[in-house]
């Protein structure tokens, strides 16, 4: 598979500090390589896993690929200078299989190692662009990855009543960017919550505290 020519330098000097999560959303692996290495579309990613764990290096690490767009994670822009993408062969409805999954745990460890990023530098795009993004998408197995170390999950302590005002605060302090209150829930909800609809509850809240918690580094990583 060739390397993908739709890459640049880093900006200002900036080192991976997190690793951007997507899924392709085409109907294979080859065709999302062909998108990912045409350079009339202007994108690319680091890395491509194909459904059966064959990882396909595409731009190097050390190079600025162009994979997330716009968005923000901790109020910090720029997320392609700042980030590792990785692309997972997938449609965004099936599940992701076992020999990709493995596969992207192996890559993870050690893309995490070499730039020390820490678990909840492990994010999902929709997680960075809410409402304009929802890759890696509801079927993506982050529980999985956290009990590896791999990223992070909540693991709720006790709440108060849902406060709309308190959550918003809280998903901040997690990374998400500033956005409509409706859009934040929803890509909250994506990752955390898949299956949940309505208004914002007493689970949402005690998820976010608990993942808060976690990001300032009070309470031990999943």
Known sequence: M??????????????PEFIVLHYTAMASCQAAADRLCDPAFEVSAHYLIDYDGTVHPLVAEEARAWHAGAGQWHGLDDMNSRSIGIELANDGLEPFPEPQMAALETLLAGIMARW??????????SDMAPGRKADPGARFDWQRLARGGLSIWPTPDAAEAPDAASFYDLAQAIGYPDVAPDVLLQAFRLRFRPMAQGPL??????LAQALAKRVDGSADQA
């Open 116 to 125: 020390s990023i820490p678990p909840q530098g492990v994010i999902g795009h």
């Open 201 to 206: 509850d007493l689970t949402d809240l005690k």
């Open 2 to 15: 060739p390397l993908s020519p739709n890459f640049g330098e880093r900006r200002g000097g900036l080192l």
